[in-house]
């Protein structure tokens, strides 16, 4: 990180450099943000098959859930992006 920021200063101003390096932790705060709610997603997906292949008749009632968990699982992707943008300001 440190490396990146001496990188960016080259020839900016402070305020510059203050703006770059918002820039750049935005972007690190995002990319970890999203990388949990992908694995949770796919983790959700992937155990909703499951329980519809070994139970059929309740493939209704877990797909409901499925998108439920879905929906709440995303709703942390963007609550980083809006962190993103609110760090990137």
């Known amino acids: 990180m440190e490396a990146i920021s001496h990188?960016?200063?080259?020839?900016?101003?402070g305020d510059e450099q203050k703006k770059a390096?918002?820039?750049?932790?935005a972007g690190f705060a995002y990319g970890i943000a999203a990388i949990g709610p992908g694995?949770?997603?796919?983790?959700?997906?992937?155990?909703?098959v499951e329980a519809m292949a070994r139970q059929p008749e309740?493939?209704?009632?877990?797909?409901?859930t499925m998108f439920?968990?879905?929906?709440?699982t995303e709703a942390l992707a963007l609550i980083g992006f809006v962190v993103f943008i609110l760090i990137g300001l």
Do not use: E, P
């Open 7 to 13: 990188v960016v200063a080259a020839g900016l101003t």
């Open 21 to 25: 390096n918002a820039a750049i932790g």
């Open 39 to 48: 694995i949770g997603i796919g983790y959700i997906v992937g155990k909703s």
């Open 58 to 64: 309740a493939a209704g009632m877990v797909r409901t």
């Open 68 to 72: 439920l968990g879905i929906a709440f």
